[in-house]
């Protein structure tokens, strides 16, 4: 009786430990029983015992690592599933309006246009080129009342994405998802967007600026995942590349 109360205050890891332990040890209590010959069965026992360390090795470190690696696989898949998602609905649309405000874009624009042969020695090339370009736009070119109604639009997309626990081992996205709401709750917080002064359209600027920075790179990093994982995505991806003027998704010649 004793036993069972403390076998139901024990986690289950324990109460799994004892259950086997004494499995165990009936087993060779019923070989001895059986079969009598006590100096095979303690011959069995501390051969058993010998190879106990090994296939603790091979539980405990190998089979471990490969569950870990297989569900990080797992883990990334729904992590880019999500981000795709994301620029479906939102990024993409969203870039190709802030590129189309930003001055100085013709300088890199060429870095931008995505082939089908890049390898990841390109992708990782432009990345390099653009660590040090200042994404910026010029406010005065932009909607912002059309900015505004498009984010307002997206607000409950965006806060489903927010919630979901995969998100959390990407700073990155989670940076650029927190720098989108940040912009969508300054451009709600004015009643008129209409006749602003110039202070604050700069803050407006420098907040749409962040957002447009942290597109970008998330833009890149998931062309180039496209390209390796999902050539029929990465397509038209490419066709509807937000940097690209003439970009457009029917496919000519």
Known sequence: MIFWFLMVRLSWQVRLGIILVLASVSIY???????????NTYYYV?????????NVLFVTVIL???LSIRAKRERLEKLNMVIGTFFSEVGTTLLTSLSDCDPDLDKVRSLLM????????DFRRVSDNLAGYRYRTDVKKIDLKLLR???HEQRNFLLRLLENPVL??????????????HLTEELEG???LTGLPAADLAHLEGDIDRVYRNLGGQWIAYMRYLKTSYPYLFSLAMRTNPFDQNATPVING
Do not use: C, Y
């Open 149 to 151: 109604d498009f984010l």
């Open 114 to 121: 995505i082939r089908n042969d890049w390898s990841d020695e």
């Open 168 to 181: 959390l081992e990407h700073q990155a996205f989670t940076e650029l998802l927190r720098a989108v709401f």
């Open 190 to 192: 004015r009643g008129s």
């Open 29 to 39: 209590m019923a070989k001895f029983l059986v079969l009598g010959d006590p100096e």
């Open 64 to 66: 471990n690592e490969l």
């Open 46 to 54: 501390f051969n058993a015992l010998g190879f106990l360390p090994i």
